[in-house]
């Protein structure tokens, strides 16, 4: 059974600063990883798409990695911003591929 | 494209009430999903519907719920006899056809059972 946990649970850091986010997997049997952020209240917004066959995926300031043989994902932001401040959820399919099994997330704050 | 589409939004219910909650996929897109989110937990896997069959849902409570996604119009989540414990934010959605191509989430509906 696919469980997903992310660390740390709550982050803060200074305007500018890089950082990285933590994602774990039991089962490495995945069809592909997923990152998303959530603002409060609101729904999910995908940040990156990392497919099983592939290391890593890149946006904009984001780039994310993926090992599958070690069972972790990161997430890493370049030159953080105050608008980055939301809480960052990391996904991974279930051995089915019928279901994102999710971590309970990261949330982020980045200070001005 | 309009993205996923839920509605109602918010839907407020008295205890022992129906909700329907409904998604409508992205264009294109014919596999949906049914997510729950209580407060202060993560998201947590419901149902995974194509039109007309239920694939996988281990994740249903075997009371009171169900789910169904019809040859024509939006995927319905319906809730019989709500009690307060069915209160948080249910998410829809929706992927094309293969696996590989992750999947893109609606706003949600916010369940309030008073």
């Known amino acids: 059974k696919q469980e997903v946990t992310q660390i740390p649970a709550a982050l803060s850091v200074p305007e500018g600063e890089n950082l990285v986010l933590n994602c774990s997997f039991t089962?490495?049997?995945?069809?592909?990883l997923q990152w998303f952020r959530q603002d409060p209240g609101k729904g999910l917004t995908s940040l990156l798409l990392?497919?099983?066959?592939?290391r890593e995926q890149t946006s904009g300031r984001l780039n994310a990695s993926l090992d599958k043989s070690s069972g972790r994902s990161t997430l890493y932001i370049a030159a953080s911003q105050p608008g980055d401040s939301a809480t960052y959820l990391c996904?991974?399919?279930?051995?089915?591929?019928?279901?994102?099994?999710f971590g309970k997330g990261t949330t982020l704050s980045v200070s001005s | 494209n309009a993205g996923v589409m839920q509605n109602p939004r918010h839907l407020v219910r008295r205890r022992g009430q129906e909700a329907r909650l409904r998604c409508s996929p992205m264009?294109?897109?014919?596999?949906v999903y049914w997510y729950r989110q209580l407060p202060e937990e993560g998201l947590k896997f419901m149902v995974y519907?194509?039109?007309?069959?239920?694939?996988?849902e281990s994740g249903m409570p075997k009371e009171r719920f169900s789910a169904e996604f019809p040859k024509e119009g939006p995927s319905i989540l319906r809730i019989q006899q709500v009690v307060r414990g069915d209160s948080a934010a249910y998410f829809c959605?929706?992927?094309?056809?293969?696996?590989?191509?992750?999947?893109?989430f609606g706003s949600g509906t916010r369940l309030t059972v008073v």
């Open positions: 959605a929706s992927s094309p056809e293969a696996e590989d191509y992750g999947y893109t």
């Open positions: 089962d490495s049997a995945i069809y592909n």
């Open positions: 990392i497919q099983s066959s592939q």
């Open positions: 996904a991974a399919t279930n051995q089915a591929g019928t279901a994102l099994i």
């Open positions: 264009k294109g897109h014919s596999h």
């Open positions: 519907l194509q039109k007309e069959n239920i694939i996988d």
